[in-house]
């Protein structure tokens, strides 16, 4: 068979996931960045064995263990009184930067072969795998993915008619140093290798998701109510923080000097991932509030699944139902996920601690590289 060409719409998670694993299988790749620099933005994330499974596949495992941890436990405090502190037996688990999983995926793109070319913004894209840029050129391809964000162009210019929802609720996030000792000498009885999520919702709703990322960088996120304005300004209300959070002074006088951005958590939902040959994937498809952290577990992993399945169709013709199967079995996974996510982020139940079981932890546990995985009807 001749090469089949893909191009794709930005160099993010879902982007590079899906251009490195489509040229591992053979495809020519280019991705169109409409960012200047080639970086990501925001602090730090937690991977679960989802997206863990394809970095091994993709050869980016190894890179990723070298700067990344699993923390002890995952403890959950309310008005700093200890909730839970789950230990996650059995469920694979990183917490990283965003930097380091951005350069990760970015190296291995490169080693297979991808063209990743920066300050190229698609402007649209039609179903039989027409995509016009900004600068005017259009080049078509066997396969088009809009991997272009919450805002995708490449899905706005298809009509795709989608459905956002905005939570009451919305996070700045930074990353800053350790400070171990300096938390330790504060609190001496806490375990500051855990991932400590600190809750307070009366007589305000103020939270911190203490993240450590390795051992020298530490991701925080600071949540408040968006009609809030003290809790969700940038820079941040240091007096108010470390009124609320003293024992965590240290590294909130870090975040005060910070730039940051407060994002209000929201989902967005679409009709259909496909039309035609173009396949969305990512934030463009199915953007989460970040409670169960899978915003990019779910990016990777489609991105990775959507590569199988573009390939295994043997022709142009078979592409698209290729495409419509694709999404008739990854859907329900990510659905379930992205419907959890707003319900924890709507309630504040997580509060509570205790949610790292049940269903909750279906798409944690998920391996989208096992062909056997839909076998099984999950819960
Ligand atoms: P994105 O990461 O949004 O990537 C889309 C890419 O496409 C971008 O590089 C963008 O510049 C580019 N692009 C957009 N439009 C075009 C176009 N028309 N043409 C070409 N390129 C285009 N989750 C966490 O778990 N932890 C976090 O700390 C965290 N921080 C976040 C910070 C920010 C600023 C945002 C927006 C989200 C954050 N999330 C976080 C959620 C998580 O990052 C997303 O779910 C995940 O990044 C989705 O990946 P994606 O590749 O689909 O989209
Ligand atoms: N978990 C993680 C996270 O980054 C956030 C949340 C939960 C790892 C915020 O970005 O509940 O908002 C959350």
């Not at 790749?29 to 990501?40: D, S």
């Not at 330790?184 to 919702?201: G, K, M, R």
């Not at 043997?314 to 329900?332: F, G, H, I, K, V």
Request: aromatic content about 6%; some cysteine.
């Amino acid at each position: 068979m001749r090469t089949r060409h893909a191009e794709i719409a930005g160099a993010g998670f879902a982007g590079l996931t899906a251009a490195t694993a489509l040229a591992q299988r053979g495809w020519s790749v280019r991705v169109h960045e409409k960012a200047a620099e080639l970086r990501t933005e925001g602090a730090g994330i937690v991977l679960w064995n989802n997206s863990l499974q394809v970095l091994d596949d993709i050869g980016a495992t190894h890179d990723l263990m070298s700067r990344s941890m699993t923390p002890p436990a995952y403890e959950t405090r309310m008005n700093n009184v200890i909730r839970s502190q789950e230990r996650l037996d059995g469920i694979r688990w990183r917490t990283l930067t965003r930097p380091h999983l951005f350069s990760t995926l970015l190296f291995a793109a490169r080693e297979a072969g991808v063209e990743v070319v920066p300050n190229s913004t698609v402007a649209a894209a039609t179903a039989d795998g027409e995509v016009t840029l900004a600068s005017g050129e259009t080049v078509t391809a066997d396969l088009v993915i809009g991997a272009d964000g919450v805002g995708s162009r490449v899905r706005d210019s298809l009509g795709i008619p989608l459905e956002r929802q905005r939570s009451r609720d919305g996070i700045t996030r930074f990353l800053v140093p350790r400070r171990k000792a300096e938390l330790q000498a504060l609190e001496p009885d806490t375990e500051w290798d855990n991932v400590i999520d600190f809750w307070n919702l009366d007589p305000r709703v103020l939270r911190v998701l203490y993240t450590p990322a390795n051992e020298e960088e530490l991701y925080i996120a600071l949540m408040a109510p968006a009609d809030d304005s003290a809790g969700s300004r940038v820079p941040i209300d240091l007096e108010l923080w470390t009124s609320v959070f003293p024992q965590l002074a240290p590294v909130l006088e870090d975040a005060a000097r910070t730039p940051g951005k407060y994002y209000g958590y929201q989902t967005t939902r679409v009709d259909s991932w496909v039309r035609g040959k173009v396949a969305l994937v990512g934030d463009s498809a199915h953007a989460m509030c970040p409670a169960l952290a899978q915003g990019a577990g779910c990016a990777m992993q489609n991105a990775w699944t959507l590569a199988v399945a573009a390939t295994e169709a043997t022709d142009a013709d078979a592409l698209p139902a290729a495409l419509s199967r694709w999404e008739e079995l990854e859907r329900p996974f990510t659905d379930r996920c992205q419907d959890r996510s707003q319900w924890y982020a709507d309630t504040r139940e997580m509060a509570n601690g205790g949610q790292f079981s049940g269903d909750v932890v279906e798409t944690a546990l998920y391996n989208p590289t096992d062909p056997r995985r839909h076998e099984v009807q999950p819960a």
